[in-house]
Structures are given as structure tokens and as C-alpha cells.
């Protein structure tokens, strides 16, 4: 399980540390994608293969299946870890999450997000409020 909050920053040529706690669990190769709320989505290889079967199992004949199909799948890319431990975040998954210096890596449990720290900031902001009424909600799941 992915856990924890990380700030570092990328370099120019879209390099990012990837704290060592999370390389632990991730491998020296796993996978990158588009997230969703504008972070990037990254995945232990094992964890990938488990989500990427539960993808392509959905019904082809449904539009909206196909759409989130081709923005999962068409982002994704392996990235492998550098001798300083450093990831190379592809061109587009550095634009999709609007990562340019300052940047947030957060544990979500199975994966891990990294952000943009402005957008991870906003996000908060705004998600602050409703914590309790979802956590309410979940706890009528026996979560």
C-alpha cells in the first residue's frame, strides 16, 4: 500500500525523484498514465496487469467504456528508474498534469498520484469541505 505525501521538483528535462519509501514498492520499472482530477496515475507493473484486464473486460459496445479505454491506455507508458533515482515523465503526462517545477507525489493506497503543487493545493481546497460527508457515506459501506 502507497502512502505518504512527497514534495520535489522536475527538472527541465521532465525528470522527477521518485522517493526512495515508494520505489520500494513500485520496482525499478512500472507504469505511468493519465490520472484523473489533472494528477498522473502511476502503477506497480503486477498492479497494472491486475487493472489493465479489469479495462479491457468492459463492454466494447458501450461509448463511454471505449472513451475511458483510450484516454487510460493511450497515456500509458513504463518508466524506469535512473542510477539518482529519478523517473523521465514523458512530455505528455508532464502537460497533462500541468507539471512544471514544484511537484506533489502522494501514496493512494494501490497506486500512487504525483501533481502538480498548485493543482494538488487547489484540490484540497476544494475537497476539504465534503471529507466528512464522504467518510459518513463510507462508513455506511462498513469501510
Known amino acids: 500500500m502507497f502512502m505518504g505525501e512527497y514534495q520535489h521538483a522536475i527538472d527541465p528535462k521532465?525528470?522527477?525523484?521518485?522517493?526512495?519509501?515508494?520505489?520500494?514498492?513500485l520496482g525499478e520499472a512500472f507504469v505511468a498514465t493519465k490520472g484523473l482530477d489533472g494528477c498522473l496515475f502511476v502503477y506497480p507493473k503486477e498492479e497494472w496487469k491486475r487493472l489493465e484486464e479489469?479495462?479491457?473486460?468492459?463492454?466494447?459496445?458501450?461509448?463511454?467504456?471505449?472513451?475511458f479505454q483510450r484516454f487510460f491506455?493511450?497515456?500509458a507508458g513504463e518508466c524506469e528508474v535512473d542510477k539518482q533515482g529519478r523517473i523521465l515523465v514523458p512530455a505528455h503526462l508532464r502537460e497533462h498534469a500541468a507539471l512544471e517545477?514544484?511537484?506533489?507525489?502522494?501514496?493512494?493506497?494501490?497506486?500512487?498520484?504525483?501533481?502538480?503543487?498548485?493543482?494538488?493545493?487547489?484540490?484540497?481546497?476544494?475537497?476539504?469541505p465534503s471529507?466528512?460527508?464522504?467518510?459518513e457515506k463510507l462508513i455506511d459501506f462498513d469501510l
Open 14 to 25: 521532465g525528470r522527477l525523484f521518485m522517493p526512495a519509501r515508494l520505489r520500494e514498492s
Open 73 to 75: 491506455f493511450s497515456g
Open 54 to 67: 479489469k479495462l479491457k473486460a468492459l463492454p466494447f459496445t458501450r461509448a463511454d467504456a471505449r472513451a
Open 101 to 128: 517545477k514544484d511537484v506533489v507525489i502522494i501514496g493512494a493506497g494501490a497506486r500512487v498520484e504525483i501533481w502538480s503543487r498548485e493543482r494538488w493545493s487547489k484540490y484540497n481546497e476544494k475537497a476539504a
Open 131 to 135: 471529507y466528512e460527508e464522504v467518510a
